[in-house]
């Protein structure tokens, strides 16, 4: 896909930009860095709602960040018993306030497609911040960002994706990403009950991507330029038992890494939970927290890209 650009465009999934468009976005980012602690005005007098009807941290706070750093204001609805939803109020008729009060909305909700209902009915741009197990694109944009920040070039990696590729939304997206680019080789690992859904292996057959699916990170770990582990998404299992039954089933710890190669790159889209041990944070191999930094710039970048004149 060429590049269409950004302006005005709402962000639903990654698969909508081209890895021309990534690129431009990564340039963009790049020079945001150097605004990380001060302010620009390239938001001046504009007004943009963040909507987040399910938790978030680095999501929502580094939007928030990000609108502010360009000079723009933040309208935020997080907290749900607060607004007119707790009267019994729509969705469709809670987005049509927001788009009239603001100049695009964020959106993260737990029910799938939540935000291509909210493009629909805005007429402002909409960007997906989260919908359930289902997509999160800025969330690839930040991790794409960190790997072509740090080494310089995706092209030609060996990448594996740990954990749980069938409810992870941030996993999946990733995964979704990364496609675009001529890896050498990209693992999906998972137990056998977490593997990818059959809609998204479907893409990526569509694209001519290989995959290869394992059950052991062990296996793998020595080959890889970087390992993607994800938390397992206790809250989106429609049963407790099949949670209970996978729970604790990967873990990395110093022992995991003993043999890997000397520049693997481990990233994770936080929060963890016990799936990284924290004796890892301290190794050169962690790049999680740096990960979520670059969510800063990442952001300013797209939300000048859309909405900067
Ligand atoms: C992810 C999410 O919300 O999907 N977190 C994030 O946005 N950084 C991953 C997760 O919750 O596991």
Redesign the pocket.
């Known amino acids: 896909m060429s590049r269409i650009g950004f302006k005005n465009r709402d962000v639903l999934t990654i698969l909508d930009f081209s890895r021309e468009d990534l690129e431009l976005l990564f340039r963009e980012a790049k020079k945001m860095e150097m605004y990380s602690k001060s302010a620009l005005d390239i938001l001046r007098g504009k007004v943009v709602a963040l909507a987040f009807f399910e938790p ?1 941290t ?2 929502m706070f580094s939007f928030q960040t990000a609108i502010q750093r360009l000079g723009g204001t933040a309208l935020i609805l997080s907290d749900v018993q607060r607004t007119s939803i707790a009267k019994g109020e729509s969705l469709g008729d809670t987005i049509r306030m927001l788009d009239s009060y603001s100049n695009a909305i964020i959106i993260r909700h737990k029910i799938e497609g939540a935000a291509t209902y909210a493009a629909e009915v805005a007429e402002v741009p909409v960007i997906n911040a ?1 919908d359930g197990t289902h997509r ?1 694109p800025t ?1 690839a944009m930040v991790d794409l960002y960190t790997i072509w920040r740090e080494r310089g070039n995706i092209h030609g990696l060996t990448v594996g994706v740990l954990g749980d590729l069938k409810y ?3 996993a999946t997206s990733f995964i979704l990403g990364i496609m675009k680019y001529r890896l050498r080789r990209l693992y999906l690992i998972s137990p056998p009950e977490l593997r990818l859904k059959s809609e998204i292996k479907e893409i990526l057959d569509k694209y001519g991507v290989q995959t290869t699916e394992v059950s052991n990170i062990e296996d793998v770990v020595n080959e890889l330029d970087v390992l993607y582990v ?2 397992i ?1 206790r809250e989106r299992f429609p049963d407790p038992a099949e949670y209970e039954r996978v729970r604790g089933s990967y873990r990395i710890t110093l022992k995991t890494l003993e043999n890997v190669k000397e520049d693997l790159m481990i990233m994770h ?3 963890r939970v016990d799936e990284i041990l924290p004796e890892v944070d301290g190794t050169k191999y962690a790049y999680y927290f740096k990960q979520a930094r670059y969510g800063v710039p990442v952001r300013m970048a797209l939300l000048k890209l859309v909405l900067g004149d």
Do not use: V
Request: charge should be positive.
């Open positions: 978030s680095r999501t989260g999160h969330q992870g939304r941030a994800t938390r998404q889209p936080l929060p």
